[in-house]
């Protein structure tokens, strides 16, 4: 299979800067595992310390795009980081689709950053997924899956452990919670996974759990994304 996996800044950088190293081994070592069977390309996001980052952009008078590219500059800096602690990728983040594709030609993993102003790595991801025809999309975040409402205001919000793509955009375009919640995905991301029906899995994202989601196992983990 081929397959974009979307891992979050926080999923991969989360424990802070004591526990950096081992995570991104824990996470190289998932993902050189996934590539013994598939085809992989990894979409990096930026975390804490993007959004740290931009907020002082934005402080020293930065507009949203500025401070966008900012926010990209560090999601290639956290893919450098996994970059080198995999084992068949090349030392080369590549700055948009038709690199990332022409680079995976010749290597089985292929890690990258943000591309453009305007959107998270979560639609980044997305449209990576569009362009290479990928058959799966891994969204590995910071929840276990998809709630109706934010599961930390109303203990009647309820986990999907399927959705269909109009369903997927149609919770996330509500929009009115924020992480943890319905938001789990940018709506741009729901947007393009819907107008080109890419299966997509979106999980709690941990070394473990990328292996467990490629096998189609959301149990307790996520929510299931297809037509
Ligand atoms: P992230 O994808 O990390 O955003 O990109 P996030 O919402 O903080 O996601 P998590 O918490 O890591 O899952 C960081 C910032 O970089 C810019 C945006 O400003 C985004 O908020 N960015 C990223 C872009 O403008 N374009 C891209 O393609 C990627």
New binding site residues.
Partial sequence: MKIVLSL???VLLGGGFEEMAERIKEFAEAINRLSEKHSVFVVV???KI??EY?NVARTVGADETY??YI??E??RVNAMLLNFALKNSPKIIPEDFRAAYELSLTHPIVVMG???????????AALLAEFVKADLLLNA?SVNGVYSADPKKDENAKRFEKLSFEELTEIVAKGETKAGSSNVVDLLAAKIIQRSRIKTIIFLGTPENILKAVKGDVTNIGTIVEG
């Fill in positions: 979050g800044g926080s996001g930026g975390g993007a959004r931009i401070s966008d926010g990209i560090v999601t943000g591309t453009f102003p305007g959107h998270t790595t979560d639609a980044t975040t």
